[in-house]
């Protein structure tokens, strides 16, 4: 069974930076993209960034140059690290397979950019 455990959300102010670590189990992970999913106050859960092997990864546009996705497959985990927030940043955060999500969701992590 596969499991996802997301963490490392929190409040920030503007401008701040938060790292996001999401531990995987139940599969292969080091021969599996991954990617990080937001989901918005009121809007779909879109892809944010995705790994697909420690030199090849994909960001959404609103993230490029602010945010960076990296894997240590040795402790089956990828991480976002997340500079230079901004308030539309705020969501919670997934990880889950790339680019066909499971359907099995972990509970994810809220991150929250407020002044």
């Known amino acids: 069974q596969v499991q996802l455990v997301e963490s490392g959300g929190g409040l920030v102010q503007p401008g701040g930076s938060l790292r996001l670590s999401c531990t995987a189990s139940g599969m292969i992970f080091s021969r599996t993209a991954m990617g990080w999913y937001r989901q918005a106050p009121g809007k779909q859960r879109q892809l944010v960034a995705a790994i697909i092997s420690r030199s090849t990864t994909t960001y959404a546009d609103s993230v490029k140059g602010r945010f960076t996705i990296s894997r240590d497959n040795a402790k089956n985990t990828v991480y976002l690290q997340m500079n230079s927030l901004k308030p539309e940043d705020t969501g919670v955060y997934y990880c889950?397979?790339?680019?066909?999500?499971?359907?099995?969701w972990g509970q994810g992590t809220q991150v929250t950019v407020s002044s």
């Open positions: 889950n397979v790339f680019p066909n999500p499971r359907p099995d």
